[in-house]
């Protein structure tokens, strides 16, 4: 439902006197597999809702009262993140990055292991600038450093960008030094947001806005595209300063709404014949696809059933909601409050609604970036409850935190048994419970 109000925004911004000839389709793309959608019915399609999103917020706040929580859950928190950077800053290389001896899949690119130590690195310094005073001295600065010098060096940067987890490098530096903030910081966040702009899937590939790649990101070198790509590029765009009214920022909206579980406003097969619960899916790209549905027996791409549908899951609806409102839709828009209607049904710490374990510490960390940018301090869960998610987030983190300081997920999907990126991942959910309420402009 948003195609129509999307390429009107797209080509006011971009109309010129003359239509120039559409490029041909990228090479790079299966076209066998991409699906066309149909068009929504002018019926079907309600106006988007739009606010004033929720602006950046780079630092975690000096007192309780500012976030607001209690006292208690204020200190429990700055003692377990102040912990948990003490650990990382012990696994920190002499020269300031993290994750050296890693290699992460799914990727292609050589060298794999200096892909993932910049995307790991940068997340790292991200949580090192937030915690501002509280961070070990020097760890900021060295990580700082570390990028810097692959920013600096084209050879380095084309290694780690033109292979298989560049997305997710790019959108990882782009954050980290938009918390750094400083001049030097936000012209290298600008050149990684540029790089991500480059790479989205739009009509510079041919792609019309109806196909189901259309404003997607993927891992990179023609993957494509998926929901926790495209919510990373969102997030680094919000975090970065990008408008919500950005071209790159409508056509990404684009792309989440079709990974809602929503028959309203997702004219995709498996969307028209799923549970319309308001959830969301891994992806919407060729024909569809989620982990939970693989999870629960029912094949990633729902092809074991009769009639394809597919299950929404706890850390892709965290990805979508907060997603949506970094691009501009208010609380009241019909998919933000679908989407909100899922998390209060499924509302929970014990695990990552869907997949159990897997994925639990990512699931943490978009919640809380989800809960920050909501603007809410609880939720009314599906038994009538009040949920104070900053409450229930950091007594869940500070439950598993070990006695190193660290976090590690026994189930060891996505990296999650690495201490390094289970840590870092808590640290930034942490901080997120104790920032300044978002505020509006």
Known sequence: ML??????????LQ?????PPKPATDARVDQS????????????VANLVRSTPPQPVHRIASRAADVPTSQATYDKARAAMQRGLAYLAKLQSPNGAFFESKEVAPTDMEPRKRAASVAVTAMA???????????????GAKARASIDRVL?????????TNGGVGNYVMSCV??????????????????AIAWLRASQWDDGEGLGATTDWYGGAGYGNGKRPDLSNTQMMVEAMHDAGVSPDDPAMQRALAFVARTQNRKASNPAGWAQSGSGD???VYSPANGGESFASEDAGEGRYGEKLATKSLRSYGSMTYAGYKSLLYAGLSSEDPRVKDA????????????????????????????SRAMHASRLDSITDAKGAARDWRAELVDALVARQSESGSWKNGTPRWEEASEELATIYSVLALQEAIKPRVTME
């Open 3 to 12: 195609f129509a109000s999307l390429l009107a925004v797209t080509l006011a």
């Open 15 to 19: 109309s010129t006197p003359a239509t």
């Open 33 to 44: 597999k991409v699906t066309t959608l149909p068009e929504p019915s002018v019926t079907a």
């Open 125 to 139: 310094l991200k949580a090192f600038v937030q915690a501002g005073e509280l961070a070990p001295k020097d760890a």
């Open 152 to 160: 600096g060096d084209e050879k380095t940067l084309a290694l780690v």
């Open 174 to 191: 782009a954050s980290g030094l938009s918390a750094v903030g400083d001049a030097d910081a936000r012209a290298g966040a600008e050149r």
């Open 278 to 280: 308001g959830g969301f």
């Open 340 to 367: 909100l209607a899922w998390i209060a049904a499924n509302f929970t710490f014990a695990e990552n609604p869907g997949l159990g374990q897997q994925g639990y510490f990512y699931y943490t960390h978009a919640m």
